[in-house]
């Protein structure tokens, strides 16, 4: 990957960079190419899950530190086959210290269950960043660049074999390009190796109820996926 890729975010947004670039395959050590990699990214790069655990409730890296009441690293199996990974805490979730517990939550197991899967069971969950947003906005460039070694080395200890991504935010972060879930969904990406798929959001679909349907769709394509996988 070409670690100085400007990455978009929404629509037009501002440009920002990822302060460190995956691993190329599941499984093979860190890149040893050159890489100006600064030393909290080093740090983070290094960290087991209880350090890990224990810099995202401390991190004071972006402003979104100052409003946070609690930060939210992620909850599942650390082994786990299924990575998902949507935008950010919402106002439960930063409540509560544990992503998609509200109404989005609720409807993430269901979408969980319709495919024989439960939450903490081969799954794991995570968010773009770990602090919520002031009134559920998206992410700026800065904050999503700030949490990206969090979400880089729960990867990295996780070794998932299927990656999916919850909405567009979490879509560009993982992908490093802009994207429509239109035109990301229903086929099967990379991630260092990894395969990724796009969906929708959970709160996107109680909002737009005639995409469940697609989000059904999706559900059924990540599940030949991974049968695949196996």
Not at 94 to 102: A, I, L, Q, T
Not at 196 to 206: C, D, E, K, N
Not at 211 to 229: G, I, N, Q, V, Y
Request: proline fraction near 8%; aromatic fraction near 6%; include cysteine.
């Amino acid at each position: 990957m070409n670690r100085d890729q400007l990455l978009k975010e929404m629509e037009l947004g501002p440009i920002w960079k990822l302060r460190q670039p995956p691993r190329k395959k599941r499984g093979e050590p860190a890149s040893a190419e050159p890489a100006p990699v600064d030393d909290r990214t080093a740090a983070i790069a290094a960290m087991g899950w209880e350090e890990l655990g224990q810099a995202v409730a401390a991190c004071t890296a972006c402003p979104l530190c100052q409003t946070r009441k609690q930060a939210v690293l992620g909850v599942g199996d650390v082994n786990a086959d299924w990575l998902f990974v949507g935008e950010g805490p919402g106002a439960e979730e930063d409540e509560r210290g544990e992503p998609f517990v509200g109404q989005a939550g609720k409807l993430l197991d269901a979408m969980l269950a319709a495919i024989d899967l439960r939450r903490g069971e081969g799954v794991y969950i995570a968010n773009a960043v770990k602090c919520r947003p002031p009134g559920n906005r998206t992410p700026e460039p800065a904050e999503t660049a700030a949490c990206w070694p969090f979400l880089a080395r729960q990867i990295e200890l996780i070794r998932p074999k299927l990656i999916v991504t919850l909405g567009k935010p979490a879509a560009q972060t993982l992908l490093q390009q802009e994207v429509t879930i239109a035109r990301a969904r229903d086929m099967v990406h990379d991630f260092a190796g990894i395969p990724l798929i796009v969906t929708y959001h959970p709160a996107y679909l109680l909002r737009n109820l005639p995409d469940k349907a697609k989000a059904w769709e999706d559900l059924c394509f990540m599940r030949k996926t991974m049968a695949s996988l196996r």
